[in-house]
């Protein structure tokens, strides 16, 4: 095999499409796959067995990885190969029951004219790969915006129900996924690019090349299928994440305003007792006394109401500046603009 695929291979690549010709007698066309695993323990009581971080929802670390090189040798005719070698990395249980019908029910003669048919099983195979990943995030999604939209209505306690953790995880999925089916479906436009250029000599009316071309159109329009779905999740991300910043600030501003009328009643009791301890303070002859010859009697001072005559009106004063200085701020907030455009 090419050095190329094995040092791609290696270096876990995403998106590679790579061609050589007349090596020993043999072309070769190769490409890789690598697409982030989804987590779906959450999706109908299915258990999810696979390696994720304990206490992490949503979390899983690992891939879909596998690698395709495809190596023909031409025959004497030019629309026709005398050997075709398939050589696959980590395929799927689907793509080995793609191969045996298609053993069963393709002629031998139909691969030799165009091994690029073996190709379009393999992206069959993984289109069913990434559309079932893409459904099974997306089933995810609809639980977990479920969730949301239920805290929404209790938007007290809607704050200690929210996992922000597993919403990150699910964007995380969602960004891989996007990453895969473009890297994907620009292979498969590599592959389509090449099986023009190597069947451009052959006979428009061969069955098998014109067929083969028809699907890689077809399935380039499934990947754009999936990929506008991918898209739509993204957005839907952004709205669940947007909606629970605000419920959590929802429920934050119920405790400030709270603690704020818990603070407004302190500071007007406070308000209320002032004077009478600011004339109490000045006043500290003692207004009360015991008298010298009788230790049980209680004397009071003939001056006694000076405190009520100043602390009163004092007192009066003070809260009826404090509700003026209110409302002037009151119609102060009331006046300014509330837009860019009011400003303007």
């Given at each position: 095999?090419?050095?190329?695929?094995?040092?791609?291979?290696?270096?876990h690549v995403a998106h590679s499409f790579g061609a050589l010709e007349a090596i020993a007698g043999f072309n070769y066309s190769w490409f890789h796959f690598l697409c982030k695993n989804v987590p779906v323990e959450d999706i109908k009581g299915v258990k999810y067995v696979g390696n994720r971080a304990n206490g992490l929802?949503?979390?899983?670390?690992?891939?879909?990885?596998?690698?395709?090189?495809?190596?023909?040798?031409?025959?004497?005719?030019?629309?026709?190969?005398?050997?075709?070698?398939?050589?696959?990395?980590?395929?799927?249980?689907?793509?080995?029951?793609?191969?045996?019908?298609?053993?069963?029910?393709?002629?031998?003669?139909?691969?030799?004219?165009?091994?690029?048919?073996?190709?379009?099983?393999?992206?069959?195979?993984?289109?069913?790969?990434?559309?079932?990943?893409?459904?099974?995030?997306?089933?995810?999604?609809?639980?977990?915006?479920?969730?949301?939209?239920?805290?929404?209505?209790?938007?007290?306690?809607?704050?200690?129900?929210?996992?922000?953790?597993?919403?990150?995880?699910?964007?995380?999925?969602?960004?891989?996924?996007?990453?895969?089916?473009?890297?994907?479906?620009?292979?498969?436009?590599?592959?389509?690019?090449?099986?023009?250029?190597?069947?451009?000599?052959?006979?428009?009316?061969?069955?098998?090349?014109?067929?083969?071309?028809?699907?890689?159109?077809?399935?380039?329009?499934?990947?754009?299928?999936?990929?506008?779905?991918?898209?739509?999740?993204?957005?839907?991300?952004?709205?669940?994440?947007?909606?629970?910043?605000?419920?959590?600030?929802?429920?934050?501003?119920?405790?400030?305003?709270?603690?704020?009328?818990?603070?407004?009643?302190?500071?007007?009791?406070?308000?209320?007792?002032l004077p009478c301890t600011a004339v109490a303070t000045i006043f500290s002859t003692p207004f009360f006394y015991f008298h010298d010859d009788n230790k049980a009697s209680l004397g009071i001072s003939s001056y006694f109401w000076l405190i009520w005559a100043i602390s009163i009106p004092l007192t009066l004063v003070v809260?009826?500046?404090?509700?003026?200085?209110?409302?002037?701020?009151?119609?102060?907030?009331?006046?300014?603009?509330?837009?860019?455009?009011?400003?303007?």
């Amino acid at each position: 095999m090419p050095d190329a695929f094995v040092s791609e291979r290696l270096h876990h690549v995403a998106h590679s499409f790579g061609a050589l010709e007349a090596i020993a007698g043999f072309n070769y066309s190769w490409f890789h796959f690598l697409c982030k695993n989804v987590p779906v323990e959450d999706i109908k009581g299915v258990k999810y067995v696979g390696n994720r971080a304990n206490g992490l929802r949503h979390a899983d670390f690992t891939w879909v990885r596998s690698a395709y090189c495809l190596k023909t040798k031409p025959g004497t005719k030019t629309w026709n190969f005398s050997e075709v070698t398939l050589i696959v990395f980590g395929g799927e249980l689907l793509l080995w029951e793609k191969f045996n019908a298609l053993a069963s029910t393709t002629p031998c003669q139909d691969i030799l004219q165009d091994p690029y048919w073996l190709l379009n099983i393999v992206f069959e195979v993984l289109y069913a790969r990434i559309d079932k990943l893409a459904w099974d995030l997306g089933s995810v999604y609809s639980q977990e915006e479920e969730k949301i939209l239920r805290s929404a209505s209790h938007p007290g306690s809607a704050a200690e129900a929210l996992d922000f953790v597993g919403l990150h995880m699910l964007s995380k999925h969602q960004i891989y996924l996007v990453e895969a089916t473009e890297a994907v479906a620009a292979t498969l436009e590599s592959v389509k690019e090449l099986h023009d250029r190597v069947t451009s000599g052959f006979s428009s009316d061969i069955r098998i090349v014109c067929e083969t071309r028809a699907r890689f159109m077809h399935r380039g329009t499934l990947f754009k299928s999936t990929f506008l779905r991918l898209k739509s999740l993204e957005r839907r991300t952004q709205n669940m994440i947007n909606l629970s910043f605000n419920l959590v600030t929802q429920a934050d501003s119920r405790v400030m305003k709270a603690d704020s009328g818990a603070m407004k009643t302190i500071a007007a009791m406070t308000l209320g007792f002032l004077p009478c301890t600011a004339v109490a303070t000045i006043f500290s002859t003692p207004f009360f006394y015991f008298h010298d010859d009788n230790k049980a009697s209680l004397g009071i001072s003939s001056y006694f109401w000076l405190i009520w005559a100043i602390s009163i009106p004092l007192t009066l004063v003070v809260i009826y500046a404090w509700y003026r200085f209110q409302k002037r701020m009151q119609s102060r907030l009331d006046t300014q603009p509330t837009s860019v455009y009011e400003t303007v």
